[in-house]
Every structure is written in C-alpha cells, then in structure tokens.
C-alpha cells in the first residue's frame, strides 16, 4: 500500500512564513498547529548542524543520526560542539634538505548519516612557513580522521594520504611528504604503430582495483616522452593510463591506452620503462546520426540537448603487447536532433560503438543504450530512436482535501547507488514539475525507481512530504496524495556551555529503514531525503515544519 513517507518541512524564513520579528521570543507564526496542540507524525530524523560564518572557526560542524523528538513537546535541543585544531607543518623530506609545498590538506571521515558524503575539511598550506590549520569536528569513540595532501601541480608530488589521525583534541600532526627523487620512477614513451610520438596526452599511473590515483601526472612531450613518480606501498602490478583530455594537444581520434606493469622489481635507479603503442588505426570518419522519438500525437519529433557518448574497444587484437585502447568521444543533439561525431572505424568491415543517448531532464523521451555498427566512410548514419518516458501522474491536496496548486514536484534518487556515475551521460535525470490550480501534475521519468518529493508553496504553513520507493517501468497514477497539515517545532541551538549560537544551519534527513541492505554493500542504502532546514534566530531557535500526525 502506497503511503506519505515520514517527511520533514522546507526552509521557512520569518518572512515567508508570516511571523513576526520576535519570533522565537513568544510570538509564533500562524496557520499551523504545535505540539501539544496536536501530535507530530512518527519519523526517523536526522540532522546536520553548521555554525555561522562568525562561530565558524571556534564551533564545529556536526551530523546526528538519530533526532528523538517528544511528540508532546514543541522544541529539541541541539548542540554545536567545540571545533578540534589539527595543525602542523608541511615538508617534502625532512632534514637539511626539506622543502615548502604549495597545495592544500584535505581532511575526511565518513559522515555518521548514513547515505550522506563524507564529511569533508580543507585549509591551504601557507607557502612561505608550510603551516596547515584545520578546524575540525572532534571524533568520536571507533572514528578517527584521514589527512590527504594535495599539491598544487599534480606533476609534483604523487597523492599521500595519513590514516588514522586522532582529533578527539587539538593536536599538532606535521606531515613529512617523501621526496619524489626516493621514489620509484615509471618513463617511457607513447608512439603510434609506425613509431612516430604521440604527444599531449596525460600519463597517470591508477589502482587496478580501487581506481585510486597512485602518481604524478605528466603530459607526453614532442617526443612522446614521459616520467612520473609512483607513490609507496603499491600492489605488485598498477594500471598504466595515457589518455587525451580536453585541454590537451593529442590529436583527433587519439583513443586512451591503459597496460598493466608490474612494479613489484625496479630497475637499477629505482626505475622502470613502460612504452605504450597505439594499435594501428584507420583515419577518423565524420558521421551525423539524428535522434529522434515517436510523441504522444504519433508524430515523430526531434530530440534536442541529448548528450550522446560514443566509446568503442580499438584495442589490435593480433598485438602481444598487453596494451588496450578505448575510444571515447561525447557531443550533444542540435534543435533539430542532429549530432555530428568523429569516430574511428574498423580497416575491414564495421566496428561495434556503445551508444549512450541521455535526453535532459525535461524531455518526454528516455535515455537507452544502442550497439551501432560503424562503416568505413563518412555520412548520415541510421536514425536513433528513443521510446517516450513514462509518465508519473497524480494530485496533490491540502490538509482539508482541497487541490493545492503551484506546490512542486521533484523527484529524487531512491538508493546511494543511483547516485554515483562514471560521466555525464551516466547521470540520473531527475525531472521537476509543478501542480496546476486543480492540484494535478504530470511528471516524465527515465524507468526506474524514485522518491517523489512534494515541496509545498512557501507560505501555505504545509510541510515537505515524500512518496518512497516508487518503481516505475510503465505509466503510474498516484492517485490522490494528501499533504497533511504542518506542525511547528523548534530546534534550540547552543554550544556545550548552553549559549545560544545564532545563525547556525539546521538541515534535516528523513530515514528509511535499509530492508536488504548488507553492510558490505552500502550502495543500496536509502538515500536521506531533503528535510526541514532553518536558521536559528538571535535567541538560536530554528523554526522546522514536521508533519503532523
């Protein structure tokens, strides 16, 4: 049976929501009720807390995973903890002949909302000292911090990261980076089948199972040279990557070339010589394809701002030497549908290309996946058609059963997992809408599964509720869905000695329970949905909209 998921309120200012200036002081808005007047829904809640700009440096951003509200009580208290210190020195090598980075030091933990990104810290490296300061959340019991440095110029310094770090109190940690000329270097060259170089094109060294960057980044020369160092405590064998990138000089149609290298013995310098031949390959062809889809009316339409990926295997596969070649190029359907390509065809016969069509969010039409077989010469190649989306329709009423228009609809990502992609055609399209003066809307999806938020118009007193776990394959009618009336609940901020901290951020999840979803496998968690947010007043109340029961 289909229900309202526990939901949680926009974002009501004073001024949208018609209360007066001392709100927060004894004066509440009108037009919704508050507990004790009448019972919150049940709800799992989360919450992340953020300091003002002013608090931000002695006060410390924090997430809750689990907010208990008293359904009989009309406010709950939150605190913003003390920000933890940690601060050192930046230094490649150590000794007489350490030297300055420039660059930042990136600090992470996983956020304690489940669902959530990780929580994230940044502070640049003073270049004339080599000082770091990061304020920080401190940890708690089981959690502890990663510090990862990043230099400024990639072809400096390989990425290093320090696991483990401690901020249950201010704490000086100086990370001492290894000097590049201690480290294991990779050279070679790129060169095409005849032997001429291959130059502009970017060399990185990746993780084959992580996909983590494991070097510097060096860019082929006129020669087709490159160098670059590998960072310690590698896996026996790492990936080997040149490929050519939008700000780069390689030429057209070049494909990307990655080979396994075993790194497990260097030679004499600590070095090793890994050269990479593109297979041989016959000149680009220009092709135009025209994307186009049969409407509701029955005529056949033109599909505008679709982003096409075309990407083909090129690897030779007479060649002994481990090297393989993917040709990868993207561009977007023109007003009339027409998209226009330089592919690399096969020498003999036809070479299969993956063809991914990803239509905007606004388009009635849903994004698919083809296998074209490419030709030998330029020109106009079959039509592509796409199927129109279904469509998610419904009708939204208020609290007393009357149609609520110009409330907006906007669909969401239903697990963690949809919201992860490899590029921008792999992007979830997440369609918007809003209701008519009957209450209706009407809302075009790619199959699959949603959240389906409704987002109130600002100043109706209603809050913010979700339809869950919506799978759609086929047109889906939602029939009538009610938004129930709001209950107002204040959220007291203050810091550890119970001083109010105005200006502080109050952002709330709704949870849902993660049926099926093993420990191992987080992807499959539900994700936390947008929920009440709000700012606290001089007094440090946060006005949040819940549902009531």
Not at 249 to 263: E, T, Y
Not at 279 to 306: D, F
């Amino acid at each position: 049976m289909r229900r309202l998921a526990c939901a949680l309120a926009c974002a009501l200012s004073c001024a949208l929501a018609g209360c007066s200036e001392n709100a927060g002081q004894g004066t509440r808005p009108t037009g919704a009720c508050a507990p004790p007047e009448c019972a919150l829904a049940p709800m799992m809640l989360a919450a992340e807390i953020t300091p003002s700009p002013v608090d931000s440096s002695a006060f410390a951003p924090v997430e809750l995973p689990i907010i208990a509200l008293d359904p009989s009580g009309a406010s709950f208290a939150l605190e913003l903890p003390r920000a933890v210190m940690l601060s050192g020195k930046v230094t490649i090598g150590q000794g007489v002949g350490a030297r300055l980075l420039a660059g930042a030091v990136v600090a992470s933990r996983p956020s304690r909302i489940s669902g959530r990104p990780d929580r994230i810290f940044q502070a640049q490296i003073d270049p004339t000292s080599g000082e770091y300061a990061l304020s920080v959340t401190p940890d708690l019991p089981g959690e502890s911090y990663t510090l990862r440095v990043a230099a400024s110029d990639a072809s400096e310094l390989p990425p290093q990261t320090f696991t483990g770090i401690d901020a249950s109190s201010d704490t000086r940690f100086d990370l001492v980076l290894d000097d590049p000329a201690t480290l294991l270097q990779l050279h070679g060259t790129v060169a095409d089948p005849i032997g001429q170089p291959v130059p502009g094109l970017k060399v990185q060294a990746i993780d084959p199972a992580s996909h983590a960057f494991l070097s510097t980044t060096a860019t082929t020369d006129g020669s087709g040279a490159y160098a670059i160092r590998l960072a310690r405590n590698l896996p026996s064998a790492i990936t080997l990557v040149a490929a050519p990138g939008p700000e780069m000089s390689a030429p057209i149609g070049a494909p990307s070339l990655s080979m396994a290298v075993d790194v497990s013995k260097p030679g004499a310098g600590n070095s090793l010589t890994a050269n990479l031949v593109e297979p041989p390959l016959p000149a680009s062809i220009q092709l135009t394809y025209r994307v186009t889809g049969v409407g509701s009316s029955g005529a056949e339409l033109p599909i505008a701002g679709a982003l096409c990926r075309f990407s083909a295997d090129v690897s030779d596969s007479a060649s002994a030497s481990g090297v393989t070649a993917l040709f990868t190029t993207s561009a977007t359907t023109s007003p009339d549908g027409q998209v226009t390509v330089a592919l690399v065809p096969s020498a003999q016969g036809t070479r299969n290309y993956e063809l991914v069509v990803a239509p905007p969010a606004s388009s009635d039409f849903q994004r698919a996946t083809f296998t074209l077989a490419v030709g030998q010469s330029s020109g106009v190649g079959a039509p592509v058609m796409l199927a129109l989306r279904p469509e998610i329709i419904g009708r939204v009423l208020d609290s007393f059963g009357k149609p609520l228009p110009m409330a907006s609809i906007q669909t969401g990502t239903a697990t963690v997992a949809q919201l992860a992609a490899a590029s921008l055609a792999d992007v979830v399209s997440l369609a918007s809408t809003t209701t008519g003066a009957d209450g209706r809307f009407i809302l075009s999806v790619d199959p699959g599964q949603y959240d389906l938020g409704i987002f109130p118009p600002a100043g109706s007193m209603l809050p913010l509720v979700w339809e869950t776990g919506e799978e759609v394959q086929s047109n889906l009618d939602l029939g009538e869905l009610t938004v129930p009336r709001g209950a107002l609940v204040f959220a007291k901020v203050s810091s550890p000695d119970g001083q109010p901290r105005p200006g502080a951020q109050v952002q709330l999840y709704s949870l849902s329970p993660a049926a099926h979803c093993p420990s191992s496998e987080p992807s499959c968690l539900p994700t936390p949905r947008q929920a009440a947010a709000g700012t606290a007043d001089g007094s440090g109340e946060a006005q949040l909209l819940l549902p009531a029961e």
